[in-house]
């Protein structure tokens, strides 16, 4: 019997036990926060003052909820100093991010790439849509679990996708399990 064999991988925790790991944990209240180096998560107040993001030395942003109420980012807003990326995305448990988790993580990847980039990943509230695009981030590119990337996350920002978008970043989980 080969190794690989032998080797026991651990399960993707259910739904209902990732909701509890996000329960659990400190409350931060800040409107950023860098939860990896050079990227943060955010939510529209920052987004939508460009002397924050300046002075967080934000590079570029990444809209999910893009063209959403209160979020109107877009190239003209952020001129030619932030380079931009929109994901129109609904904070729906029916709405299907799953089809931009690879676009958005090769988007911070190269952006994080480039030297003194400095990327901030927002929606409305930073916690649901925004988290579920940086957790499939970590998880692609960085090779985490989805537990473990929702607990690196969490040592520095507050997190709750919602049950929808768990179950789709579940899903991720498991398909990058099997290629691996």
Not at 9 to 28: A, I, M, Q
Not at 37 to 54: C, E
Not at 134 to 142: D, G, K, N, P, S
Request: charged residues 20%; aromatic residues 12%; contains cysteine.
């Amino acid at each position: 019997m080969s190794n690989l064999q032998d080797r026991t991988v651990p399960t993707t925790p259910p739904v209902k036990d990732l909701v509890k790991v996000l329960y659990g944990g400190k409350r931060f209240e800040n409107h950023a926060d860098e939860v990896w180096p050079n990227l943060f998560i955010g939510d529209m107040a920052v987004a939508n003052d460009r002397y924050s993001l300046w002075k967080l030395g934000i590079t570029h942003v990444v809209n999910a909820a893009h063209g959403r109420m209160h979020c109107q980012g877009s190239h003209d807003f952020y001129g030619s100093t932030v380079d931009y990326y929109g994901v129109p995305a609904d904070d729906s448990p029916s709405f299907d991010l799953s089809r931009y988790f690879f676009p958005s993580a090769e988007y911070i990847q190269s952006a994080l790439d480039t030297a003194g980039a400095r990327v901030f990943v927002h929606c409305a509230v930073g916690v649901s849509r925004s988290a579920s695009l940086v957790l499939a981030y970590l998880m692609i590119h960085h090779h985490y679990t989805l537990l473990e990337a929702i607990n690196k996350v969490k040592e520095r920002r507050w997190i709750f996708p919602n049950r929808g978008f768990l179950k789709q970043l579940r899903a991720l989980d498991m398909k990058l399990r099997e290629a691996s």
